[in-house]
């Protein structure tokens, strides 16, 4: 199966976002969520309403993934009223509800009708040609063999019609082979930043497809395993961790139509300041 395409229309000129050129391609950075109450002051001004988040962060970034979309798929209107919040070069990655993707394998293979749930919700963005990706995060439980493999062309065909990029967490998936199968499928790969345990995956510059993709979840090992998602995430990047990651970046773009960058490190607005320093180095490059 062929990586599908839609959603990458040249973005137009638009004072207000745009993503950087590097190479042949364009690459948006950007954060995972941005409805974060402890956002207003760091980020967002006093007294904004939560209607108000969304259009203030395009004014600033060129694309936002939207992690809440794992636990409950929002309505075709919800998406529609991103779209028309959004400049025009906007993109959204969402993520996958977590039942196709967190479910014991036996179990989630009869999870289609949240698939066509899913896919009829995000109307509004493919419409608008706003989609970037729809990103499939499985846990760290999820170990590579013959059943997980054909689960992942099972939620590739459940999604046949929209641009899936995969993330894993144990690092058994980062092999020549996992990327062979994603190629087969059609589906991309996520590169991923994170503690730097032996069993995670370890940082790369893999591209299957037409999309580029890395998630930076911050690095603090301390509460990884025993945190909870606020806990976990709370990490500040220093200029020097970033700076490989730049060079990565850089490869993808040569070989990525697009490629996108999104921090999740998102406690108290510290994505944003990642953010804003990895596209200023990216700016330097």
Same mark, same amino acid.
């Given at each position: 199966? =062929?990586?599908?395409?839609?959603?990458?229309?040249?973005?137009?000129?638009?004072?207000?976002?745009?993503?950087?050129?590097?190479?042949?391609?364009?690459? &948006?950075?950007?954060?995972?969520?941005? =409805?974060?109450?402890?956002?207003?002051?760091?980020?967002?001004?006093?007294?904004?309403?939560?209607?108000?988040?969304?259009?203030?962060?395009?004014?600033?970034?060129?694309?936002?993934?939207?992690?809440?979309?794992?636990?409950?798929?929002?309505?075709?209107?919800?998406?529609?009223?991103?779209?028309?919040?959004?400049?025009?070069?906007?993109?959204?990655?969402?993520?996958?509800?977590?039942?196709?993707?967190?479910?014991?394998?036996?179990?989630?293979?009869?999870?289609?009708?949240?698939?066509?749930?899913?896919? %009829?919700?995000?109307?509004?963005?493919?419409?608008?040609?706003?989609?970037?990706?729809?990103?499939?995060?499985?846990?760290?439980?999820?170990?590579?063999?013959?059943?997980?493999?054909?689960?992942?062309?099972?939620?590739?065909?459940?999604?046949?019609?929209?641009?899936?990029?995969?993330?894993?967490?144990?690092?058994?998936?980062?092999?020549?082979?996992?990327?062979?199968?994603?190629?087969?499928?059609?589906?991309?790969?996520?590169?991923?930043? %994170?503690?730097?345990?032996?069993? @995670?995956?370890?940082?790369?510059?893999?591209?299957?497809?037409?999309?580029?993709?890395?998630?930076?979840?911050?690095?603090?090992?301390?509460?990884?395993?025993?945190?909870?998602?606020?806990?976990? $995430?709370? $990490?500040? $990047?220093?200029?020097?961790? @970033?700076?490989?990651?730049?060079?990565?970046?850089? %490869?993808?773009?040569?070989?990525?139509?697009?490629?996108?960058?999104?921090?999740?490190?998102?406690? &108290?607005?510290?994505?944003?300041?990642?953010?804003?320093?990895?596209?200023?180095?990216?700016?330097?490059?």
């Amino acid at each position: 199966m =062929s990586q599908q395409t839609f959603g990458f229309v040249d973005p137009p000129d638009d004072p207000r976002v745009e993503p950087l050129r590097l190479g042949e391609g364009n690459v &948006f950075v950007g954060t995972c969520g941005w =409805s974060y109450r402890d956002w207003i002051g760091p980020f967002y001004p006093n007294g904004i309403k939560a209607a108000d988040m969304l259009p203030y962060y395009a004014e600033r970034f060129p694309a936002v993934e939207i992690d809440s979309t794992y636990y409950r798929i929002p309505s075709a209107a919800t998406f529609a009223g991103m779209a028309e919040r959004t400049p025009g070069a906007f993109r959204f990655s969402v993520k996958v509800p977590g039942s196709l993707t967190h479910l014991p394998v036996e179990e989630g293979l009869g999870v289609h009708d949240d698939a066509r749930v899913f896919r %009829e919700a995000l109307e509004p963005l493919v419409r608008s040609g706003k989609l970037a990706a729809v990103l499939a995060q499985f846990p760290y439980s999820f170990h590579p063999n013959a059943d997980t493999e054909d689960y992942l062309g099972a939620v590739r065909a459940a999604l046949e019609d929209l641009p899936l990029v995969c993330e894993f967490r144990s690092r058994e998936w980062q092999r020549p082979s996992t990327l062979h199968l994603l190629e087969e499928i059609g589906a991309g790969w996520c590169n991923v930043d %994170e503690p730097h345990f032996k069993e @995670l995956l370890h940082p790369s510059a893999d591209v299957v497809g037409a999309v580029g993709y890395v998630r930076f979840h911050g690095r603090n090992a301390k509460q990884w395993w025993t945190g909870d998602n606020a806990e976990r $995430y709370d $990490y500040a $990047y220093a200029p020097e961790e @970033l700076a490989p990651w730049a060079e990565r970046v850089g %490869e993808m773009a040569a070989s990525a139509r697009q490629t996108f960058a999104f921090f999740n490190n998102h406690r &108290f607005g510290k994505a944003v300041k990642s953010a804003d320093l990895f596209a200023s180095l990216l700016r330097v490059d």
